[in-house]
């Protein structure tokens, strides 16, 4: 494929790609509407070799149980398997208050409460 990135592009890319790929790596992206952060991202994750970027399928019936499942899912191909991938969410994704909880806690600890039963663990 052929792109032309300019130089701002470029210098987000890079930091993109070394955010990702330093250890817990993460980052949040700020910009109007069309900038090329999704487009940026998905390139920084595919530069980075991480799996391609998980992003949530958002529908009506899309509560905070669907939310915690695709990211018991993501922890599950990167923890055991010693995977590494990419979660991306943008705002619109965000359908209520309890969504930026689940997310600040995974940010900030690296868990979130409840996310695996006692029995998920021992396994």
């Known amino acids: ?12 890319l890079l930091r993109l790609t070394r955010l990702l790929n330093s250890p817990a790596g993460n980052s949040l992206l700020v910009g109007v509407g069309g900038s090329g952060k999704q487009s940026l991202t998905r390139l920084a994750s595919y530069i980075a070799h991480k799996q391609l970027p998980t992003q949530i399928v958002l529908t009506k019936s899309f509560m905070l149980k669907d ?11 990167c923890g055991p398997k010693m995977g590494s991938s990419t979660f991306l969410m943008t705002d619109a994704e965000i ?8 997310i600040n806690s995974m940010l900030a600890t690296g868990e979130i409460a409840s996310l695996f039963t006692k029995e998920d663990k021992e396994i």
């Open 95 to 102: 359908k209520n208050e309890t969504f930026l909880e689940a």
């Open 67 to 77: 939310l915690i499942d695709v990211i018991r899912d993501q922890y599950e191909k």
């Open 1 to 12: 494929m052929n792109l032309v990135i300019f130089d701002d592009a470029l210098f987000h």
